[in-house]
């Protein structure tokens, strides 16, 4: 999310729209949402560019940061384990832990590969149930805008 809102306009026109997307939601949709992040968040927003981080940092600093805590890694490695996500997704993993732990409604993100992803959404809610959690509602922006 950090990214799409702060990047200079993209050329690839999905990534465009994410982009138009996520500053739409950002300016209509985010005052109607308490927003938590993580230090994971603070970490991926931190990488690659001086500049771009500062800018992604910059927006995220108004946020309460989650714990992480003993369980969220239980959890996070329960997911890598039943869906068969590859080590660099361990990250992605945490997100659905943290947010299932904290009992966050929604997990917002573009990351359609391994977090708003319909094929993996069953096997996800089920980690949360077997840890006697309930599952966030994760989804993009887009899914997020309202009526």
Sequence with gaps: MPSYLTAWPSRDLIRASHQQITREWWENRRKHFDIHISQFVIDEASAGDVQAAADRIAILKEFPLLDITEEVDEIATELLN??????????????????????????????????????????????????????????????????
Aim: net charge negative; charged share 15%.
């Design 82 to 147: 039943r869906l068969s996500l590859p080590p660099r997704a361990a990250t992605d993993a945490a997100h659905i832990a943290l947010a299932a732990v904290h009992e966050m409604h929604f997990l917002l993100t573009w990351n359609c590969t391994h977090i708003a992803n319909a094929e993996m959404a069953q096997d996800i809610e089920q980690v949360c149930s077997d840890f006697g959690l309930e599952c966030p509602v994760v989804c993009t922006p887009e899914e997020l805008m309202g009526g």
